[in-house]
């Protein structure tokens, strides 16, 4: 199990109501399990997993915006902000954009715009990223496209055709069917793209 598995083996297994001695496609229930969490934050842009604690991570700084994103990562904490390596005063910022049910920031807020050069700037966060458990709504969302993906319900290159469906990419092709994508809608950020 990767750490970055939104779900495990022992829930897909669960789900499929495998019998204890059905191992026969455990191995690749694994895999899926790793490449569909994967595709699930990069759909979400989120860091539902790993939760990693007190690490510094760095960005590109945008001059002259007093809110710099962190997005795709998710911020549950900072302890210290660093612009070209220079440690800032706690009370020069602090952590914005919260996603309140989730507990996650997406952005740093600066009680000033920190002033514009044309080289290229750093900001650097330390503190602790993802998300603290993974939200039971995106285990289940993992767990059903594992198990769809087993079954053989979802075609590699896309979703079935609906002759009723009306909508622009109704019918393209995705990874993740639509159901699956409804269930993670609450937790995806605008900002997201795939």
């Known amino acids: 199990m990767a750490a970055t ?20 496609q455990d191995t690749v229930a694994g895999a899926l399990i790793t490449r569909l969490s994967a595709l699930i934050m990069r759909y979400c842009a989120r860091e539902f997993a790993p939760a990693v604690n007190a ?3 760095t960005f590109r700084l945008r001059p002259g915006r007093c809110i ?3 997005i795709p990562r998710d ?10 390596g220079q440690t800032l005063p706690a009370s020069q910022w602090q952590p914005a954009m919260l996603d309140g049910p989730n507990g996650v920031y997406g952005a740093i807020e600066f009680a000033y715009v920190p002033p514009s050069r044309w080289s290229a700037r750093t900001l650097q966060i330390t503190g602790d990223w993802g998300f603290q458990s993974v939200p039971e709504d995106v285990v289940e969302a993992c767990v059903l496209a594992v198990g769809l993906y087993l079954r053989a319900h979802v075609s590699g290159f896309g979703t079935a055709l609906q002759p009723n469906s009306l909508g622009d990419g109704v019918n393209a092709a995705a990874a993740l069917p639509p159901g699956i994508r409804g269930m993670l809608d609450p937790f995806r950020r605008a900002a997201a793209t795939l």
């Open 5 to 24: 598995d939104l779900c495990t083996l022992a829930q897909v297994r669960e789900h499929g109501q495998y019998q204890p001695t059905d191992t026969a």
């Open 55 to 57: 690490q510094a991570r």
């Open 68 to 70: 710099q994103p962190v």
């Open 75 to 84: 911020l549950r904490a900072a302890t210290a902000v660093a612009v070209d």
